[in-house]
């Protein structure tokens, strides 16, 4: 997942329609003077991009990683 901060104004739709609940307001500014979004727990993301679907700025890109699984 990549969110692209200096875009992100903190409107929080991402961190509440997130499923597995892995997005959080960061602590930090962008240059706008906007809180932004981070990602708090990359191996409980599921990859279900429902973030990026409801991001009003198109700031947030989902790539589904293929997971190793080890017999």
């Given at each position: 997942m990549v969110i692209d901060e200096e875009r992100?104004?903190?409107c929080q739709l991402c961190v509440q329609f997130c499923p597995p609940k892995v997005l959080a307001m960061s602590p930090r500014l962008n240059s706008r003077g906007f809180y932004t979004v981070e990602l708090v727990?990359?191996?409980r993301?599921?990859?279900c991009a429902?973030?990026?679907l409801v991001c009003p700025?198109?700031?947030i890109t989902v790539f589904k990683l293929e997971r190793l699984r080890v017999f």
């Open positions: 992100c104004k903190g727990d990359e191996a993301c599921t990859s429902a973030c990026a700025d198109v700031v």
